[in-house]
């Protein structure tokens, strides 16, 4: 249904935020990993009942799977560029096409074997002039954390209407595993404790439950394809509030991700409203 894909699309753009925000932040990443979480999980329970339910086996596998998507996502933007984190993050459709028929039974279709390629061409035009050779570190941790994203869009698929159980299972998760290292980083301001209730309650919390209900809907290769306009938008952000510029290969690259996210979501519409269809 489009109504599934169009929360996909507006989990990517709050989740897009991330990078100005992580980077905006004068706190180490393991206070932001753990502050922001403990946010996003008061936020979903607040906002879902469905999430007040009691932990069930089956959550606790993809609710590691998430919470390490989102500790190692922070700890990738700290070590090394926004870009880098997010464009290696994003490598997560590859892992989902490999996994997906395996875990799920699901087949890509010949649109998502299309997609799949365009999606990474763009992608990688996108970020052909911002990636460094080095900060290895930060890469692996990126990559890592693309891992983990895919295992997470598996397992909230598998869950169904769980996922915000899952979710507020998994963000305390990572707030249990982080937050003991608060007093090894600085002492907040009023800015950062700000930016945390942000990253909390809109780019983790709300995008998430948009994620998570959009997946009912969506396939999960499709579904990972179109959050792809997360790093189509991250460099709007951080160009605006870091200051950062794109070169003319992220424009290039943006819009082909751009027009691919739309083909995806919109298509199928189009092909059942055609005539015969």
Known sequence: MVRHRLLLLAAAVLWSTAGAAIKACGLDAWQISGGRSLVAAGTILLLVPAARRRPARGDWPVALAYAATVVLFVLATRLTTAANAIFIQDTAPLWVLLLSPRLLGERPGRGELVAAPIF????????????????????????????????????????????????????????????????????????????????????????????????????????????????????????????????PWALAGGGIVLAASAWRSLAPSLRAAAPGA
């Open 120 to 247: 990474g061409a763009g992608v990688a035009l996108f970020f052909l002039d911002r990636l460094s050779a080095g900060q290895a570190a930060g890469n692996l941790v990126a990559l890592a954390s693309g891992v983990a994203f895919a295992l997470s869009i598996l397992g909230l698929r598998l869950r169904g209407d769980r996922g915000p159980s899952v979710l507020v299972l998994g963000n305390l998760v990572a707030a249990a595993a982080t937050l003991p290292l608060w007093r090894a980083g600085p002492s907040p301001t009023a800015r950062d404790l700000l930016l945390l209730a942000y990253l909390g309650v809109f780019q983790l919390g709300l995008a998430y439950l948009c994620f998570a209900a959009g997946l009912r809907g969506t396939p999960a290769l499709e579904a990972s394809l179109l959050v792809l306009l997360e790093p189509v938008l991250n460099p709007v952000w951080t160009f605006l509030f870091v200051g950062e510029r794109p070169g």
